[in-house]
């Protein structure tokens, strides 16, 4: 077995499409990698092999989570490892290119790779003089490098040609070198998202456009090019993760409110979001709440969806986790929630309070009507429904005008599409279809062939 098989630990987050990494220092201490601040799978992980963390290592100032490596420090004593350069205002050891961490039989050496964020550090993990692998953080990802446009279209392509050179830098460790990277499949921080998690120097030397570019030029072109949007919660988080997010002393909980309380938040400027599948929402709900169902994907649409300073209600159903919601919302800052309702959609009609529906059905049941796509731009240009609309769901909120009245509204599945009818239906449209399917189905049902290629 190969050391990752045996002492490395890949934590991943299926919903912002990430990976923290555990590595086992063989002493009963660990190093934590990029850990996220649901430390729920680190903590369960390290248990399980009896080990403490002793230290916590961030590549960069994340965009996409809050770091857990404060907490970890409360909790474990770890020491947190970060760039001197990212001007972190909690306690930490701040390293520069070059310098080694003596982590007790391995070593620890950042190498600079500015790109994704200017402080960006790589950590390549040594074991005396053999290099066994390199976390690449929002460098050099699987099959692409991580976006360079979080720090304003202003800096896109200087940041690009640095992540060029921190590339080519990393493409000259040996080949069979191990490449832990950060972003991943799934990810908004990845551009393009790969499927794959985690590589070699040598297989991203054979696969890796960006790496194969034959210039800076062409890289740059390549990588900015493939840029999509992203949630508008980006723009916040770097800076709480520079100065730490608040230390959590106990376990966060949603309290139990009764209707006439949720109605009163809502009155008073509040959010409601409506947490059960899609269906359940379409059959009744509290009007202006948003769709939101609980599934990996909770976090980004919350805080691509929601503002982070007004206070969440949640609507639940029986059977669903409240502690996954909880720690959606923590892992992206959203700590303004408060509660839920309790006794769900039945206690809100046994009170007399009103209630919405939202048609929901399946492509064949599907009224002439038109069509309105919510998915992401590089989606829809691989294969859409002619002649539909497109309106990215990140971006619906300010577009409430462009959507065409009593359109069907569809994504991939209809998670998106039912939140995106949400959105529609505060902001006033009525007679909403939300399609149950995605293009492919509905094609096939009404006999028609799927286009490709950008809206324009």
């Not at 994340?62 to 020491?79: E, I, W």
């Not at 909880?326 to 809100?348: D, F, N, S």
């Not at 309106?391 to 462009?402: F, N, V």
Request: glycine share 12%.
């Amino acid at each position: 077995m190969g050391f990752a098989d045996d002492h490395l630990m890949a934590l991943v987050d299926e919903g912002l499409g990430n990976s923290a990494y555990l590595v086992d220092l063989g002493d009963g201490r660990a190093l934590a990698v990029d850990a996220g601040r649901d430390l729920r799978a680190l903590h369960a992980a390290a248990a399980r092999r009896g080990l403490t963390v002793a230290y916590a290592a961030d590549t960069h100032l994340h965009a996409d989570f809050l770091t857990g490596a404060v907490q970890l420090g409360r909790d474990t004593g770890a020491t947190v490892l970060a760039s001197a350069a990212g001007r972190r205002t909690f306690e930490h050891r701040g390293l520069a290119d070059g310098e080694e961490v003596d982590l007790g039989g391995l070593t620890l050496r950042a190498l600079a790779t500015p790109g994704h964020t200017d402080e960006h550090l790589s950590f390549l993990l040594l074991d005396g003089s053999r290099r066994l692998g390199v976390f690449t953080g929002g460098s050099l990802i699987v099959n692409s490098a991580a976006r360079t446009d979080l720090l304003g279209a202003e800096r896109t392509e200087e940041l690009a040609r640095a992540q060029y050179r921190s590339l080519q830098r990393l493409a000259r460790l040996p080949d069979e070198t191990a490449v832990w990277p950060t972003h991943g499949a799934g990810s908004f921080c990845s551009a393009p998202p790969g499927t794959e998690r985690t590589s070699t120097i040598g297989a991203e030397k054979q696969s890796n456009l960006l790496l194969a570019a034959p210039d800076e030029d062409t890289f740059v072109r390549r990588l900015t090019a493939s840029l999509g949007t992203y949630p508008a919660y980006f723009d916040r988080l770097a800076e709480i993760n520079r100065r730490g997010p608040a230390v959590l002393t106990t376990t966060p909980v949603l309290p139990a409110l009764d209707a006439r309380q949720v109605s009163a938040l809502l009155a008073d400027g509040g959010h409601v979001v409506d947490a059960r599948p899609a269906a359940d929402y379409a059959a009744g709900h509290i009007p202006g709440a948003i769709s939101i169902p609980l599934r990996d994907q909770f976090a980004t649409w919350l805080g691509w969806l929601l503002p982070d300073g007004a206070p969440i209600v949640f609507v639940t159903g029986e059977d669903q986790n409240l502690s996954e919601i909880v720690w959606q919302a923590y892992k992206i800052g959203y700590e303004r929630l408060a509660g839920r309702l309790t006794g769900g959609m039945t206690a809100w009609r046994e009170t007399g309070l009103p209630t919405s529906a939202t048609a929901f059905v399946t492509p064949d049941q599907a009224p002439a009507a038109p069509y309105l796509d919510v998915r992401q731009e590089a989606e829809y240009a691989a294969g859409h429904v002619p002649g539909a609309v497109h309106l990215e769901l990140g971006s619906l909120a300010t577009r409430t005008a462009d959507a065409p009245q009593g359109a069907i509204i569809a994504c991939g599945h209809g998670e998106r599409a039912m939140t995106a009818a949400s959105v529609l239906e505060r902001a006033g449209h009525t007679s909403l279809t939300v399609l149950n399917g995605g293009p492919g189905a509905y094609a096939a049902a009404h006999a028609t062939q799927l286009a490709e290629g950008s809206a324009g």
